[in-house]
């Protein structure tokens, strides 16, 4: 099973700032078989990013990810009001499917 | 429009059994994997398995093989998941998404299930 860590844990930054969040992976997920998906409070998780880099329909380009085999990187260039969340990576890249424990971006 | 979405809460008694169904709508249903993801409260994302609702291809993650069952019924476009002696440790929202391949990410969500099992 590929185990995904995510860091920070949390991140605490102010509205306007660049917000990178890291996801590796204990092993090859393959070129780009990373998605990140974004959940708030009492809502479903969102997803914003699959083949790595690839938007989903309706992300805003400050979100962009990147990487390849086992380091990958969500970026929100420019931290708006609801983007603060809690952020999961995904890898598809063998079975089981699995998760990053999460990055908690909060307000500083 | 795409949609998956749930059957409603549910409490019950550590030992009872319960399955929990994920009807979807505005797509091909034979042509999607449906997977169940577990989230137990205040944490993380997990996979449990998938289905294909045309042939019922069904695969499991071993964290949940023989934990729980994954089914469907394509003449109602709806899948399934269930227990059949529930645990306190099952309490947890339950997500049901689609999937494009039977590896891939996740690109629509049901809307949850909350079940909660104690006494």
């Known amino acids: 099973e590929i185990v995904l860590t995510q860091s920070p844990g949390t991140l605490s930054l102010s509205p306007g700032e660049r917000a990178t969040l890291s996801c590796r992976a204990s092993?090859?997920?393959?070129?780009?078989?990373l998605a990140w998906y974004q959940q708030k409070p009492g809502q479903i998780p969102r997803l914003l990013i699959f083949?790595?880099?690839i938007r989903a329909t309706g992300i805003p380009d400050r979100f962009s990810g990147s990487g390849s085999g086992t380091d990958f990187t969500l970026t929100i260039s420019r931290l708006e009001a609801e983007d603060f969340a809690v952020f999961y990576c995904?890898?598809?890249?063998?079975?089981?499917?699995?998760f990053g424990g999460g990055t908690k971006v909060e307000i500083k | 429009e795409v949609q998956l979405v749930q059957s409603g809460p549910e409490v019950k008694n550590p030992g009872e059994s319960l399955k929990i169904s994920c009807k979807g709508s505005g797509y091909s249903f034979t042509n999607y994997w449906i997977g169940w993801v577990r989230q137990m409260p205040g944490k993380g994302l997990e996979w449990m398995g998938i289905i294909y609702p045309d042939d019922s291809d069904t695969r499991y993650s071993p964290s949940f093989q023989g934990q729980v069952t994954i089914s469907a019924d394509k003449s109602i476009s709806t899948a399934y998941i269930q227990w059949s002696s529930l645990k306190a440790s099952d309490t947890a929202m339950y997500y049901c998404?689609?999937?494009?391949?039977?590896?891939?990410?996740?690109?629509?969500w049901g809307q949850g299930t909350l079940v909660t099992v104690s006494s």
């Open positions: 092993q090859s997920v393959g070129k780009n078989n």
């Open positions: 083949g790595a880099s």
């Open positions: 998404v689609r999937h494009r391949l039977s590896s891939s990410w996740f690109d629509y």
């Open positions: 995904q890898q598809y890249g063998s079975s089981p499917l699995t």
